[in-house]
DNA sequence: AATTATTTTTAGGTAAATCTAAAAATAATT
DNA sequence: AATTATTTTTAGATTTACCTAAAAATAATT
């Protein structure tokens, strides 16, 4: 059976919102895919018909083993393609998203084992995010948030919670990337801003809500 | 301004076609595109009014500048990605055509270049045809049909005249490729017919369909 | 030149994916 | 428990890219 890309963007949309247990809702889909509810309704009518998840009206929609199945493999071929563009290719981490869109679609099992071969397997994708292999199992990551970081915990910056052109750019800006050492200095509880020294540099203080867009793994 | 994959398939098919002055007829390109005439002349109306091409009612149709400059550039993806694909990635040159007729729909401009440039600015893909730069200029190949080539003259395999799998299985089995030398040992009028013979090899008889598909140069 | 065959266009309809507006179900407040 | 607010679904349209069947235009034969 194959799927629309369509198709394919709302299975991967469902995957990534449902974290562990709960169910996803109709109007959390529609705002992650930038379309309304009622098409959201139509969409996942057709979706239950073909067996890729279970829904019952009001009830909110869970994937099935096939959905989940489905939503690994576009995954995989999301982030290998990611990390072809910034390894192979020289991409900035901050440009790679919105072409990995397209590419995420393209059909050829043959192309992304070849890729995967190609680029040596990597586990992670530039973001920091695992990248699931050819049986859909990928690394766990015990990355923590650096909200979470105690003070004067040296770490490495591992991961970031969002793929947006803002956030990326801000972190160009700040010369923050993957791998990046750093640890923090001081939390100040009044705006929940903390100061943080990278590896030979001097501190400067960023805020909460960057604080809680980066993972980190001590070290 | 941007199209659909069904538009650029259908600029692409009429770029193809219109070889030379004539103007392409509208049962072509249902031929070309496996659909039907009807649907093509809907699409015609609607590629008029985005300026891409000329078209009067029964008189056939043309491409503008512009709808050149977009045939190329997607011609120029599909090759790329073909050369990609055999020369980083190890496919056979006989199983590249489906997938790129994906990727050659990928929207980066940047990807493109950056492509082109890990590639070392190839000038042709995997079956001999040439790949337009950057500002859609490409060599021009001074290839004859192997059907002219006068008997005993050494030629080298330069191109195929189609990229249908049943050609290219037929060649990988007769290990006949680009680049291969070959000179025509005799011509029987029969059945036009060639006998050819193969650098380090026995000679051997091709139909006539076979050597109408492929193209050589002088050595 | 008239007839016949072929090509091309129009007319009308379908399926996928979307939308707005209204109705129905569920959740939150008083 | 009743009212109000929010979420979700249904109803009905729209757009794109198709299709079949019939009509119109062009080309080929007699
Ligand atoms: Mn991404
Ligand atoms: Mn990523
Ligand atoms: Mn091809
Ligand atoms: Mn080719």
Chains 1, 2 share one sequence.
Do not use: C
């Not at 982030?79 to 563009?85: G, Q, S």
């Not at 990248?131 to 970081?149: E, R, W, Y």
């Not at 750093?182 to 809500?209: G, M, W």
Request: net charge neutral.
């Amino acid at each position: 059976m194959s799927f629309s890309i369509t198709e394919e963007n709302y299975i991967k949309a469902i995957f990534h919102l449902q974290q562990g247990e709960g169910t996803v809702s109709t109007n959390e889909l529609a705002a992650e895919l930038h379309t309304k509810a009622a098409s959201v309704t139509d969409m996942l009518k057709k979706l239950k018909t073909k067996k890729l998840l279970s829904y019952e009206k009001y009830k909110g929609v869970r994937l099935s083993g096939e959905g989940k199945k489905l939503a690994l493999a576009i995954v995989r071929k999301h982030r290998l393609w990611e990390y072809f563009l910034v390894d192979t290719l020289q991409f900035g981490w901050d440009e790679v998203h919105e072409v990995a869109e397209e590419l995420e679609h393209i059909s050829s099992k043959k192309l992304v084992e070849k890729l995967d071969a190609f680029l040596g397997y990597p586990k992670f994708d530039p973001h920091g995010d695992p990248i699931p292999d050819s049986h859909g199992k990928m690394a766990v990551q015990q990355h923590i948030n650096l909200i979470d970081l105690p003070v004067n915990k040296p770490a490495e910056v591992s991961g970031v919670g969002s793929q947006s052109t803002e956030l990326l750019e801000l972190l160009k800006h700040k010369h923050i990337g993957i791998g990046t050492r750093l640890e923090i200095k001081r939390k100040f509880s009044f705006d929940n801003s903390i100061e943080i020294k990278l590896k030979n540099q001097n501190a400067f203080t960023i805020s909460q809500q960057l604080a809680q867009a980066l993972f980190v793994k001590l070290m």
